[in-house]
């Protein structure tokens, strides 16, 4: 069983910085970070689980959703079995809890679509107060 486990939320304020990190262990069957295309995700109360961002497996791929583009970066580092996403300039709206997901597919690029993911954590909040 694939843990991801995801840290670095909390409460800061609008135009702060904030980074997240999320650690792949568990039972992977030999497979470390570098086989899977790696996803963020994130929920608000009432609202339904959006895409944030995505990369491939060597990092060479990254995807954005509109609403972050230019303001998160996501990146990976395979070696410490680790995927980050910073965040820059945050914003009220960017409120959520923040999901980190693996997709075990040999698709050659990430998706945007949360049910292409096999495997979650189990997510960090994230508040912007303005």
């Known amino acids: 069983q694939v843990t991801l486990v995801e840290s670095g939320g909390g409460l800061v304020q609008a135009g702060a910085s904030l980074s997240l990190s999320c650690a792949l262990s568990?039972?992977?069957?030999?497979?470390?970070?570098?086989?899977?295309?790696m996803g963020w995700f994130r929920q608000a109360p009432g609202k339904e689980r959006e895409f944030v961002a995505a990369?491939?497996?060597?990092?060479?791929?990254?995807i954005y959703a509109d609403s972050v583009k230019a303001r998160f970066t996501i990146s990976r580092d395979n070696a410490k079995n680790t995927v980050s996403l910073q965040m820059n300039s945050l914003k009220s709206e960017d409120t959520a809890a923040y999901y980190c997901?693996?997709?075990?597919?040999?698709?050659?690029?990430?998706?945007?679509?949360?049910?292409?993911?096999?495997?979650w954590g189990q997510g960090t909040q994230v508040t912007v107060s303005s």
């Open positions: 997901a693996a997709d075990q597919s040999l698709r050659g690029s990430p998706s945007k679509t949360a049910s292409s993911y096999d495997y």
């Open positions: 568990g039972r992977t069957s030999g497979r470390t970070l570098s086989f899977y295309l």
């Open positions: 990369i491939n497996q060597s990092g060479g791929i990254t």
